[in-house]
């Protein structure tokens, strides 16, 4: 099993370009969300996905949007990048069943940079 | 805002000590879990405490958690260089509810 994998793992975007993140996880899970993580911090929710065809905004969710495209898939949009969107983006996905499920499994991430 | 903080920011050790790490919270929790990032990587689960738990442990791991205080630690016992990371706390306020990371202790063990 692969677990969770992000593309693309670096992108430079210009101010004003958009792009998609893409995020698959292979391990049947009900759950899928993106954070963001700038230098020395933590991890801040954007968006979240309960189950297939739901999403949620998270902590952070202004200049993005999501699609949860099936149960595998939960892409990113940023449709007119901003330099303050430069960061590094996780997808995690979890099972969300209490008792056993509550454990989120972390891609790679992708390392944006906008100028 | 982050609902966990930890403390310290920093930590520096030589291999074989313990390294202890703090993380408190602002509201009340269904679950309390860390995770491990080593530099440039995702995170890792490491370990889940119940609010009905107060200590537990997993191989060098061990982890309280004082609901009254609002607090957990994190303790790695006989460090290792491997062990160098970021740790971070995150919280649950309900069984399979979403989760909020604090800042992270940056952990550095010397050879």
């Known amino acids: 099993n692969a677990g969770v994998t992000q593309t693309p793992k670096f992108q430079v975007l210009k101010t004003g370009q958009s792009m998609t993140l893409q995020c698959a996880q292979d391990?049947?899970?009900?759950?899928m969300y993106w954070y963001r993580q700038d230098p020395g911090m933590g991890l801040r929710l954007i968006y979240y996905s309960a189950s297939e065809g739901t999403t949620d905004k998270g902590e952070v969710p202004n200049g993005y949007n999501v699609s949860r495209l099936n149960k595998r898939e939960f892409s990113l949009r940023l449709e007119s990048a901003a330099p303050s969107q430069t960061s590094v983006y996780f997808c995690a996905s979890s099972a969300l069943t209490s008792g056993s499920g509550e454990t989120q499994y972390f891609g790679p991430g992708t390392r944006l940079l906008v100028l | 805002s982050q609902q966990g903080e930890e403390d310290p920011q920093a930590l520096s050790i030589q291999e074989g000590e313990n390294a202890t790490m703090n993380c408190s919270y602002k509201t009340s929790i269904n679950n309390l879990q860390w995770y491990r990032q080593n530099s440039g990587r995702g995170l890792v689960h490491l370990i889940l405490i119940r609010s009905n738990e107060r200590e537990k442990h997993s191989g060098r791991l061990r982890v309280t958690l004082d609901t009254s205080k609002k607090s957990s630690s994190l303790l790695i016992t006989a460090s290792r260089a491997a062990d160098t990371a970021s740790y971070f706390c995150?919280?649950?306020?309900?069984?399979?509810?979403?989760?909020?990371f604090g800042g992270g202790t940056r952990v550095l063990v010397k050879p």
């Open positions: 391990m049947n899970h009900n759950s």
């Open positions: 995150a919280t649950s306020k309900a069984a399979g509810n979403k989760l909020t």
